[in-house]
């Protein structure tokens, strides 16, 4: 059954992607390009405030109840960057210290190893989300995407998920 085709790109039958086989996501705005056991890659696509059609990938790296340490790499004011740390903070709280200002965030991932990286989770493009995180991406409400990611709002895919106020999710299900 056909609930929504939003400009052609995402349809959605009974929360499954029709455009893959077996798509491990749920989420029905992710369309996945390239999936394995441990890892998928995909892409989201939507308007931007000015209107322009645009898409960015999303990765599913991080698990969502998991506490990492966290770097935030806002600009200020006057036009230097600054780097900022976070530690022990989930990804579901990390939304929390995104503003206008955040050009990048990274989390340290360890390894079975002992050995750990600092792995980009969301990157910026023009303003506008690059890749991001299934993880964060999910937890990101309505009144954050305003106050932080001002090019980013996107009433008619808010729609698609059940945005109804400031408090939803804006790329999650909202029933």
């Known amino acids: 059954m056909l609930i929504f085709n939003y400009n052609k790109l995402i349809t959605i039958t009974h929360n ?3 455009n893959t ?3 491990p996501v749920t989420n029905p705005i992710i369309n996945i390009n390239n999936a394995s056991e441990d890892h998928w890659y995909g892409t989201v696509c ?5 209107g322009k ?3 960015f990938s999303v990765t599913n790296h991080l698990d969502p109840k998991k506490k990492y340490n966290w770097r935030t790499v806002g600009k200020c004011q006057a036009g230097f960057l600054t780097i900022f740390e976070r530690d022990e903070v989930t990804p579901e709280e990390m939304s929390y210290y995104f503003s206008k200002d955040t050009k990048n965030v990274q989390v340290y991932k360890e390894f079975e190893n002992g050995k750990g990286l600092w792995v980009n989770v969301m990157c910026f493009k023009g303003g506008r989300f690059y890749s991001v995180d299934k993880s964060i991406l999910e937890n990101l409400n309505i009144s954050t995407m305003h106050s932080a ?3 980013m709002v ?3 895919l808010w729609e698609v998920v059940g945005a109804k106020n400031h408090s939803h999710m804006a790329y999650k299900s909202n029933k």
């Open 16 to 18: 499954i992607m029709t």
């Open 21 to 23: 086989v077996d798509n």
């Open 46 to 50: 939507q308007s931007d405030s000015g």
């Open 53 to 55: 059609y645009f898409q």
């Open 149 to 151: 990611f001002p090019k």
């Open 154 to 156: 996107d009433y008619n």
